[in-house]
């Protein structure tokens, strides 16, 4: 992005509202990330905004973030992902500092100048890498000093809108280690497999194939403990990008019930009880589910560490359910008319049901929460 003056905050979260907006339908249409929606997210600046300021970056703080990505995913939860997709690898790569500096200066550059970044760790026969499991893709020696990468990704958000992944592979030791792959390098190639897919169709979550792609050994990070900040990051993307489709159920519906006037009715049925109550309803749980998720990143910010992790994660719980419900309710409240793509609800709810598919589940969620209350060790 360019200009005579750094950008804040609300300037990117701004940009990157109206670029979802304006292109979320071609997207959706396609069942991909268009080049004009790649170039409008990258224009955004968003891809700064959680980089440190040392960095160049604007350094949201976890409670700026959720706010922020909860306005993204008001707007359109696929080109949302996207940039959540990013934010939490840079946001978490650098405060949990568990990859080697030349991989972080990379990241730094990738933020600066507007590429989209994205970690590729789910595989066809691993399924989510959050129940464990060594992955197929590997890396072997290629000289002195490099590696060569080979295997398969799915889930690859934004796959053609990437610039660079940061792919898991095991190492020839049965460790797992993680590469920095830029995704033009010779040898790795997108296959289309998300059309026809039930949610998310914008994201363009196709496989990505690595066949004998070259890495520096600069840019692998040996196997180390797990930081806790990388599940806060991830959580709270999640969270939020998800409430925010419930923000725009609650909003879809209110905006129909004022304008919707039967003729028996003769006045909007937003002057009918029932549908008063449901979008109480709606509004009470969803500012519930958002006050949980600010109150658990502000804990994280006051004092990042693995006690505030299970706040995250009942919070990411309680946001991606409270939106199914929201999505739900209004899609009830307005009837048959939800079924048509020019109300949104069929779409919000068809993308409000991927918040539950992502880890951790609601039972992890909840007793991780629930053995920090307690005192004890949460068992899987």
């Not at 009918?272 to 109150?295: C, F, K, M, W």
């Not at 991606?320 to 739900?328: C, E, G, I, Y």
Request: proline share 7%.
């Amino acid at each position: 992005m360019t200009g005579t003056l750094s950008p804040t905050l609300p300037d990117v979260t701004d940009r990157a509202v109206r670029a979802i907006r304006e292109h979320a339908p071609e997207c959706e249409a396609a069942q991909d990330v268009t080049p004009g929606a790649a170039s409008a997210l990258r224009g955004s600046g968003y891809t700064r905004l959680s980089l440190p300021r040392e960095r160049g970056g604007l350094g949201a703080g976890l409670e700026e973030y959720a706010a922020a990505q909860t306005r993204l995913g008001e707007a359109n939860a696929a080109l949302a992902l996207v940039l959540a997709m990013h934010t939490h690898v840079v946001g978490s790569a650098f405060q949990g500092g568990t990859l080697p500096e030349p991989m972080l200066a990379a990241l730094a550059r990738a933020s600066l100048e507007g590429q989209l970044v994205n970690a590729l760790a789910s595989e066809p026969e691993l399924g989510s890498p959050s129940r464990g499991g060594l992955p197929r893709t590997a890396v072997t020696p290629d000289g002195p000093g490099g590696w060569l990468l080979t295997g398969r990704k799915t889930w690859a958000t934004g796959a053609r809108a990437l610039g660079l992944a940061v792919v898991s592979a095991a190492t020839p030791e049965g460790t797992v280690a993680r590469v920095l792959v830029p995704m033009d390098a010779p040898g790795v190639r997108i296959e289309a497999t998300w059309e026809g897919s039930l949610a998310l169709r914008g994201t363009g979550s196709h496989d990505v194939v690595f066949d004998g792609v070259p890495v520096s050994g600069e840019h692998l990070a040996p196997p180390g403990p797990a930081h806790p900040a990388s599940s806060a990051w991830f959580w709270t993307a999640i969270a939020a990008t998800y409430l925010g489709v419930g923000f725009a159920a609650l909003h879809a519906l209110t905006d129909y019930a004022r304008q919707r006037v039967p003729t028996a009715l003769g006045a909007p049925i937003a002057t009918l009880p029932r549908v008063q109550e449901n979008v109480g309803r709606i509004a009470t749980d969803l500012s519930a589910a958002r006050a949980l998720l600010l109150e658990a990143a502000r804990a994280w910010d006051r004092q990042p560490g693995a006690d505030a992790v299970p706040g995250l994660a009942a919070a990411k719980a309680h946001a991606t359910n409270a939106a199914v419900s929201a999505t739900d309710l209004a899609v009830r409240v307005a009837g048959g008319a939800a079924l048509t793509p020019a109300l949104t609800l069929e779409r919000l709810l068809r993308d409000a049901r991927a918040g539950l598919t992502h880890p951790p589940a609601d039972e992890v969620s909840y007793a991780s929460l629930g053995a920090a209350r307690l005192g004890v060790e949460a068992r899987r």
